[in-house]
Nanobody, 124 residues
């Protein structure tokens, strides 16, 4: 399994921005997919966005499309999630997950490596 460490969470006002980081242990994750999920108390972990190592292809949930951007800095072994125009409903613990293969999946059960999560709070 790949070791993942998230960072960058915090508190921000509605309309503000945050950048989350997901550092991975392996130098290369060829044919891997990394995704961001989020979870609020009492709810299941839900898909936010994903990116593949090989093609850098990205995909976003409709709820964040146009506001969030996922990117992969291979030199730094880090996947970023730039979040703009944050809304109160974006508040959650954000997790990055990794899976082998580039087959598209928004299902959390497809990802077998997870970080510890980072809290994002959006409040005025």
């Amino acid at each position: 399994q790949v070791q993942l460490v998230e960072s960058g969470g915090g508190m921000v006002q509605p309309g503000g921005s945050l950048t989350l980081s997901c550092a991975h242990s392996e130098r290369t994750l060829d044919t891997f997919t990394v995704a961001w999920f989020r979870q609020t108390p009492g709810k299941e972990r839900e898909f936010v966005t994903r990116i593949t190592w090989t093609s850098q292809h990205t995909y976003y949930d409709d709820s964040v499309k146009g506001r969030f951007t996922i990117s992969w800095d291979k030199a730094k072994n880090t996947v970023y999630l730039q979040m703009n125009n944050l809304k109160p409903e974006d508040a959650a613990v954000y997790y990055c997950g990794a899976k082998y293969g580039v087959a598209a999946s928004d299902n959390r059960n497809s990802y077998n490596s997870w970080g510890q999560g980072t809290q994002v709070t959006v409040s005025s």
